[in-house]
Nanobody, 122 residues
Framework: QVQLVESGGGLVQAGGSLRLSCAAS????????MGWFRQAPGKEREFVAA???????SFADSVKGRFTISRDNAKNTVYLQMNSLKPEDTAVYYC????????????????WGQGTQVTVSS
C-alpha cells in the first residue's frame, strides 16, 4: 500500500513558477514510477509528467520545456517544478504511483493522492 500526499499548490500569475511536492509512504518508493496528472473543471484527467525508478522522464507536449520532474528517494518525495505558467495550466494536480515502468495513462496507476489546486491568473 502506498499513500501519497501532494503539497505546493496555490495562486500564481502567468509567467510565474510553482513547485509541487508529493510525499509517499512505504519502503519501496524507489521502485515505483511516479506520475503527475491534472484535471481542469469539466475536463478529463490528463497526464503531465512521469519519472521512472531509473530516473528516465516523460512529459506531455503541453508542458515540455516548462515543467521538470524529479525524485528524492531518500525523502520518498517526487517534485514537479512548473515554470512559465500559463492560465491553461490551471487545474487540480494529482500525484500517482505504480510499479509499471511503462505507466503513463490514468488507468495505469494504482495509487493516487488527493490533489492540490494550481490556479494561474492572467
Amino acid at each position: 500500500q502506498v499513500q501519497l500526499v501532494e503539497s505546493g499548490g496555490g495562486l500564481v500569475q502567468a509567467g510565474g513558477s510553482l513547485r509541487l511536492s508529493c510525499a509517499a509512504s512505504g519502503r519501496t518508493f524507489s521502485g515505483y514510477t511516479m506520475g503527475w496528472f491534472r484535471q481542469a473543471p469539466g475536463k478529463e484527467r490528463e497526464f503531465v509528467a512521469a519519472i521512472r525508478a531509473g530516473g528516465s522522464t516523460s512529459f506531455a507536449d503541453s508542458v515540455k520545456g516548462r515543467f521538470t520532474i524529479s525524485r528524492d528517494n531518500a525523502k520518498n518525495t517526487v517534485y514537479l517544478q512548473m515554470n512559465s505558467l500559463k492560465p491553461e495550466d490551471t487545474a487540480v494536480y494529482y500525484c500517482a504511483a505504480d510499479r509499471n515502468p511503462l505507466a503513463v495513462a490514468v488507468h495505469h496507476y494504482h495509487y493516487w493522492g488527493q490533489g492540490t489546486q494550481v490556479t494561474v491568473s492572467s
